[in-house]
Nanobody, 127 residues
Framework: EVQLVESGGGLVQAGGSLRLSCTVS????????IGWFRQAPGKEREAVSC????????YYADSVKGRFTTSSGNAKTTFYLQMNSLRPEDTAVYYC????????????????????WGQGTQVTISS
């Protein structure tokens, strides 16, 4: 069983930046994927990014590509989502989650492949 805890959310003005952290404990397979997701009120959960733990390969949703970057610490127990050029539509609860792999494409059903989830952290972007 893998446990994940997010932190780093907050209130930021449009155009600003924020870095989220995901701390992982328990056994993590070396070929696992760590995904970031977000869910805005009344909206479905959306896949934001995924990082392949073994290779460091990253995948991004089109809506955040070029603005967000996901990375891992050297120990591969902490994972980050650096969010730049934030927009009001980025407002959501952000979650990190673990899967046995990263999908090549992030689609509406991506979250179904992730079995362990953090509690979420609120990100609010003001205009």
């Amino acid at each position: 069983e893998v446990q994940l805890v997010e932190s780093g959310g907050g209130l930021v003005q449009a155009g600003g930046s924020l870095r989220l952290s995901c701390t992982v404990s328990g056994f993590l397979f070396d070929d696992s994927g760590i995904g970031w997701f977000r869910q805005a009120p009344g909206k479905e959960r959306e896949a934001v990014s995924c990082i392949d733990v073994r290779h460091g390969t990253t995948y991004y949703a089109d809506s955040v590509k070029g603005r967000f970057t996901t990375s891992s610490g050297n120990a591969k127990t902490t994972f980050y989502l650096q969010m730049n050029s934030l927009r009001p539509e980025d407002t959501a609860v952000y979650y990190c989650a673990e899967s046995n792999w990263c999908p090549d494409r992030l689609v509406a059903t991506t979250h179904l492949d992730f079995g362990s989830w953090g509690q979420g952290t609120q990100v609010t972007i003001s205009s």
